[in-house]
T-cell receptor, first 114, second 111 residues
Framework: DTGVSQDPRHKITKRGQNVTFRCDPI?????LYWYRQTLGQGPEFLTY????????KSRLLSDRFSAERPKGSFSTLEIQRTEQGDSAMYLC????????????FGSGTRLTVV | QKEVEQDPGPLSVPEGAIVSLNCTYS??????FMWYRQYSRKGPELLMY????GNKEDGRFTAQVDKSSKYISLFIRDSQPSDSATYLC???????????FGTGTRLQVTL
């Protein structure tokens, strides 16, 4: 286990389609985070899990977004009825409870909605 | 007003220069202060972290935190072309659930 893995790396989809991204965190990390980053901006928090429990969701996470972390391992982020404004880099990160401020990020999934 | 403010740059310096990157913040609850480096089309990677006020040095990098002024800095000595990247400051409140990032400063080190 060498880091946080995200799949796919790139996704191009038509407006209105649903997309799902996957994140595999570092195995011993109990916290998992999803962030969104648009061009020229820093990452913005979307949601986070402690083990399998989703503990916080940002106001940025509209009803079209849903995230899961079954069994506290990998996580999925689904966007329904995609819009052009959803085009961004979606970053996953994980951290260990004792150093919860020290995140390890994946390389992200770049979503383009056309 | 954003919780964390960071000049987006771009900042262009010649190889060997000393680089100073800065962030200001408004939330007094922040206790942990991080600097991440992000190469193009990659995820951020943690460079350095500091807890509360003070300095921390790691090789060519020095991080400074002044909580009284709500101001943090990252200094890069003897900058190299491989340092060309976007540098993101990030802050955490300890018990808070998430990191809050600045917008990032794009740095270009030229030969």
């Amino acid at each position: 286990d060498t880091g946080v893995s995200q799949d796919p790396r790139h996704k191009i989809t038509k407006r209105g389609q649903n997309v799902t991204f996957r994140c595999d965190p570092i195995s011993e990390h109990n916290r998992l985070y999803w962030y969104r980053q648009t061009l020229g901006q820093g990452p913005e928090f979307l949601t986070y899990f402690q083990n399998e429990a989703q503990l916080e969701k940002s106001r940025l996470l509209s009803d079209r977004f849903s995230a899961e972390r079954p069994k506290g391992s990998f996580s999925t982020l689904e966007i329904q009825r995609t819009e052009q404004g959803d085009s961004a880099m979606y970053l996953c990160a994980s951290s260990l409870g004792q150093t919860l401020w020290s995140y390890t990020f994946g390389s992200g999934t770049r979503l383009t909605v056309v | 007003q954003k919780e964390v403010e960071q000049d987006p740059g771009p900042l262009s310096v010649p190889e060997g220069a000393i680089v100073s990157l800065n962030c200001t913040y408004s939330n007094s609850a922040f206790q942990y202060f991080m600097w991440y480096r992000q190469y193009s089309r990659k995820g951020p990677e943690l460079l350095m972290y500091t807890y509360s006020s003070g300095n921390k040095e790691d090789g060519r990098f020095t991080a400074q935190v002044d909580k009284s002024s709500k101001y943090i800095s990252l200094f890069i000595r003897d900058s190299q072309p491989s340092d060309s990247a976007t540098y993101l400051c990030a802050m955490h409140g300890g018990t808070a659930s998430k990191l809050t990032f600045g917008t990032g400063t794009r740095l270009q080190v030229t030969l």
